[in-house]
């Protein structure tokens, strides 16, 4: 690679409906692309996505112009990369190790050929259900089922617990067979969380992401060993890059799995590090996106597909923006195409 060219845009997705969490309701989301090119071949740009989530990700997002630029400069100057400092900017280093592979690769946003890129191979998904009220929550669930998912995430926690139960209750009492999982995002107290967790563990859902608040290893840890409920951590692995503290971590909390997202841990180099520290410890995970546009999904949903996990991934289209980029993703049934579906045994092409 020889002489860069490298700068960076801001592009402001607008959701098409306000999404509620357990920290509030969400309108728009920033995302930044660091798009890098070789002075001898400007027509071959490599894109990638740097996509903080204000109070989620360390990132300090009114840093985060400043630091682009510093890395834009550092690339101009063929300084090496490895010596940027960007431990703190977790949504830079995806983006930087996505635009410098998407450069690699030719600029065609194909950075991990595989089956799933073929077209011969799909990806399982969950269908995502926000908060909102009861009557929202269950038009969603019911366009999903009807959809053909067979694996719902639901998130939780921003409304009377009572009134979650009872919805869940409500869906599993219709449907017996199909998997549930809830995300609270960290919405219960130590105090109140194990008996919430009996209550939920009664409804045989698969799994409930960060039922409290990350950073609180022993309390988490008792949870995860008295709760009948199996527990994945999500915000506990964010801000964690050294491998001895990621051991120390999971061998505290023993949980039952982890979810990792590429683009809030670093990258997908820190992404498999974590998958790899979780596997000697015999802990399960799924990758999940984090309100990226198309692009960084495009990305995260190529290199989920090579790791050849056989669980249900939290992977979607981005159909949650009314400004969103063109995609080679499509759902179908519950399961993540790319480019090609096989319909009535022929190939098409999605536009």
């Not at 990638?48 to 204000?54: M, V």
């Not at 399982?124 to 926000?130: F, R, V």
């Given at each position: ?306 790791m050849d996990n056989p669980m249900i991934q939290g992977l979607g289209t981005g159909q949650l923006y009314s400004n969103n980029f063109p995609s080679p993703l499509c759902i179908q049934h519950g399961f993540l195409y790319y480019i090609e579906l096989r319909r009535n045994n022929e190939i098409y092409?999605?536009?």
């Open positions: 690679m020889g002489l860069l060219s490298a700068y960076w845009k801001k592009h402001v997705l607008q959701f098409v409906r306000p999404s509620g969490t357990s920290r509030g309701v969400l309108t728009e989301k920033p995302s930044w692309f660091l798009c890098i090119s070789d002075i001898t071949q400007p027509e071959v740009i490599g894109t990638g996505e740097c996509a903080p989530i204000a109070g989620l990700s360390i990132d300090d997002v009114s840093m985060i112009e400043t630091k682009l630029d510093q890395v834009c400069e550092h690339l101009q100057q063929r300084k090496d990369i490895h010596t940027l400092e960007l431990s703190g900017f977790p949504s830079i280093r995806f983006g930087l190790e996505m635009a410098l592979l998407d450069l690699k690769t030719g600029g065609k946003k194909l950075l991990f050929p595989s089956a799933f890129t073929q077209g011969k191979k799909a990806i399982p998904i969950n269908g995502l259900i926000w908060m909102g009220d009861i009557p929202y929550m269950q038009a969603q669930i019911d366009d999903k089922l009807n959809q053909g998912f067979r694996c719902l995430k639901i998130k939780i926690g921003a409304m009377n617990f009572d009134q979650e139960y009872t919805l869940l209750r409500s869906i599993r009492d219709q449907y017996p067979d199909i998997e549930i999982r809830v995300d609270a995002n960290g919405a219960f107290s130590p105090k109140e969380a194990l008996d919430k967790l009996e209550c939920l563990a009664q409804l045989k859902l698969h799994s409930i992401e960060q039922p409290i608040r990350s950073g609180q290893l022993n309390e988490m840890a008792w949870l995860c060993e008295k709760s009948k409920l199996p527990i994945a951590l999500d915000e506990e692995l964010i801000g964690i890059h050294d491998i001895h503290a990621q051991y120390e971590l999971l061998n505290t909390i023993r949980p039952q799995y982890i979810v990792i997202k590429p683009s809030l841990v670093g990258g997908f180099a820190a992404a498999t590090q974590w998958i790899q520290v979780a596997q000697d410890l015999n802990i399960h995970y799924w990758i999940t996106s984090a309100l990226e546009s198309n692009s960084g999904l495009n990305a995260i949903a190529q290199w989920c597909a090579t092409q999605i536009s």
